[in-house]
């Protein structure tokens, strides 16, 4: 899968995830986990007794799993935090009587993006602290897309099907609104730039004769580019070199279209911003915008290294 597939089978994974509640996250989850571990095996309930709080284990690793999918984790934090007291208990209680090693055990909550609440976290960490022999951690939706990331092409569309060939604005769109959503979500933004500078971003404006008002605009947009470059890094998906080709592309059609004059590599600048931006421009927009445009300057993706 090139780049832009990977991307769209994200998105398709993504919204399956979202639209699973249930018994049908469940399955999602174990078709998963069936291509992640070769020996996971799914725990089918059996009548009254259930599934004795196991949904599958993987006899390899010692990991159990547990799966909690409600239709809206922000009205059922306690709900959440007590079946994980529950389950945990009563896998111990019935999986280590029957003789199985149990060395790590999964909490996985469909919280669609939305985070757990502190009820079910500082329940987890209070069985961790009784329980030092025995991995305990909590998964999310984050966790469950990463999974998927890493899975070999073959089994991803094993798990979503047909994968249709993308179009490159539809995803340089929706990738784009992925850096918004998610600068959006940081409460109160950096007081200085959140990327180191290299090679250093001065001598590079001087380099391509950029003006003051590029130089401002530049500093500015690197306040915000190393959180798109943390968003990058958690969210393996294909998102920055979609990006890249849009903005690296951008840059090498402004060199071409624009008229050479003595005011050329501004007007360039200018092009590319104005074509990067969505009509009509708000201010999350702009702000995304403006930093990613910060980002691959300094990665070098537009205008020329200082020689």
Known sequence: M???EQYIAYTIFKS???L???NSFEQLFTELMVRRYSDFKQVKPQGQIGDKSCDGMSLAEGLYCQVY????ISKNDEESAKKFEHDFTNLLSYWEGEGFVIRKFRYVVNDKGKGVGPTTHARIQAERLKHLDIDIQLWTTSDIERFFSELSSESIMQIIG???IPSAAFCENAALNEVVSHLMTIEKPPLI???SITPDTERKIQFNHLNADIERFLNNGLIHAGQVEEFFDNNNFGQREILRDKFSGLYNEAMETVPDAENHPNEVFLYIYQKASPTPLK????????????YYFETCDIFKKPE
Do not use: N, R
């Open 2 to 4: 090139d780049d832009k």
């Open 16 to 18: 399956k995830v979202v």
């Open 20 to 22: 699973a509640d249930g």
């Open 69 to 72: 999918a409600p239709e809206d």
């Open 162 to 164: 047909f994968v249709p």
């Open 193 to 195: 730039p959140t990327l």
């Open 283 to 294: 201010s999350p927009t702009q702000i995304a915008v403006q930093a990613l445009m910060s």
